[in-house]
């Protein structure tokens, strides 16, 4: 029987959960993309505050194997979305918010969103 997932620590969930392409109406139905919360942390912390994958790692409590393995997934991801279009979603995942509230970088930069589906 497989272990349970170890919650990874998330310093915050996304302000957006849902993105949308702008095709056209009647274009066929693509497939949704899921990207679970922690996927969408490790792109935050390593191309949005330009973390190392060790410190990412550090960040989240877990391995530097696994920060590469979710950050591989979370690109791949998003690599789908952009090429075919359809819908990104944000949901899901095995994590625990930081109960700190002062996570690594958070003073210097804060997230900016544009979000129209609030």
């Known amino acids: ?7 990874r620590r998330v310093c915050e969930v996304p302000i957006c959960r849902k993105f949308y392409s702008s095709d056209e109406p ?13 996927e969408f942390e490790t792109i935050r ?10 410190e990412c790692a550090v960040q989240m409590n877990v391995a530097r194997t696994t920060v590469q393995k ?14 075919e ?5 944000i ?6 918010l930081c109960s700190e509230g002062n996570c690594k970088k958070r003073k210097e930069r804060k ?8």
């Open 1 to 7: 029987m497989p272990r349970k997932p170890k919650a």
């Open 26 to 38: 009647n274009q066929e139905v693509k497939q949704d993309v899921v990207m679970s919360v922690e």
């Open 45 to 54: 912390l390593i191309d949005y505050i330009n973390l190392t994958q060790e």
């Open 70 to 83: 979710i950050y591989a997934d979370a690109r791949n991801k998003l690599a789908v979305f952009v090429v």
């Open 85 to 89: 279009g359809g819908k990104l979603i």
């Open 91 to 96: 949901s899901g995942g095995s994590y625990e």
């Open 111 to 118: 997230q900016k969103y544009f979000c129209t589906n609030k």
